[in-house]
């Protein structure tokens, strides 16, 4: 028998009457009767801040989880700290894609297992991404507000900063698995040209497919574009990527980030798209989930009430993708328990190092 710690979302009522809201403490992605029928003690909670949360308590400790599952919705924050008083911890599984809440450096020199279900919802997010880049050009948000009780048929207000996003050139920071997605959605809008900004390259064929063009310079990348999606992870090269600094070569244009919240700077973000130099930023990923009330960018709105498109973290987490990432997350955890061959590809951590090239030139 062993110990797992899973932290989740509480889904509330919904999670009640939706079963397949698996990504919530009712419903524990499929985890109750997997561990029922193999006999592990399963400890399920949201609570996940400070020294005296569940989380910690559960984790840390003489009788601390072998196994600890978190989400990127509602993240537990592996920290240094908490691996070192966690001597019994073995296995951290994002149900998800994106491990930037463990410390990797820290796991790997304990040598914990970090895994995640690559690819469990990068379809999810690329759909999302596309979405809110049209909610910001077409100016959706000003004609919906308007729509409502209390709004008025002011048909210029919308239309005075309202764009079609066909010749528009288009750029994505990060051509992955997500990113390139994107690339591919992006066709059929008939862009005037696609760009892409990435430590790797893409196959030429793959490049050729969908016609975009690697730029290596970022501030050139940010010049060209008019507008710009974030899809790559976050990590130390990352943080603050569009800064006070850099964040003016977007005067007049849009900027979408549905990676992390800490890759865009969330003061300099909520200063451009106030003074209208941004015209509009969207996504679903903040710096501090959930986020606190005085956020910067609950109360950015630009002039004429245009330019926020921010949701909650729930690009990634469609029920579709919820089914993926369950499903992943047990694989994972009974090819660990049964030592059975883990899938390359979702390995983040494994035998005191990084599991793959790719976070290993990111962490370097």
Partial sequence: MVKIVTVLYDGGKAAQEEPRLLGTTENCLGLREYCQKNGHELIVTSDK?????????ETTGENGAAILVSTPFHPAYLTKEI??????????????????????????????????????????????????????????????????PGGSWSVGEVAR??????GKVIGTIGAGRIGYRVLERLVPF??????????????????????VERVHDLNEFLQKCDVVTVNCPLHE?????????????LKGKWLI????????????????VNSGSLLGYGGDVWNKQPFP?????????????????????????????????????????????????????????????????AYGQRNK
């Avoid at 089914?323 to 994972?332: M, P, S």
């Fill in 49 to 57: 801040e400070g020294a005296n949360s569940v989380f910690q308590k």
């Fill in 83 to 148: 691996i070192d008083k966690s001597p019994n911890l073995k296995l951290a599984v994002t149900a998800g894609i994106g491990s930037d809440h463990v410390d990797l450096n820290a796991a790997a020199s304990k040598g914990i297992t970090v895994a995640e279900v690559t690819g469990s919802n990068v379809v999810s997010v690329a759909e999302h991404v596309i979405m809110t880049m049209l909610i910001l050009v077409r100016n959706y948000n000003v004609g919906h507000a308007l729509s409502m």
């Fill in 161 to 166: 900063n309202e764009f079609d996003l066909e």
């Fill in 190 to 211: 008939n862009p005037s040209k696609l760009y892409y900004y990435d430590y790797n390259e893409l196959p030429a064929e793959a490049a050729k497919k969908v016609g």
């Fill in 237 to 249: 090269g990352t943080i603050d990527l569009i800064n006070k600094d850099n964040i003016k070569h």
């Fill in 257 to 272: 980030n549905t990676a992390r919240g800490a890759i865009c700077n969330a003061e300099a973000v909520a200063e451009a």
């Fill in 293 to 357: 009330e005085n956020h910067p960018w609950k109360a950015m709105v630009g002039p004429n009430g245009r330019g926020n498109a921010m949701t909650l973290h729930t690009s990634g987490t469609s029920l579709d993708a919820q089914a993926r990432y369950a499903k992943g997350t047990i694989e994972i955890i009974d090819n660990f328990l049964n030592n059975k061959p883990q899938r390359k590809e979702d390995l983040i951590v494994d035998a005191g190092g990084y599991a793959t090239a």
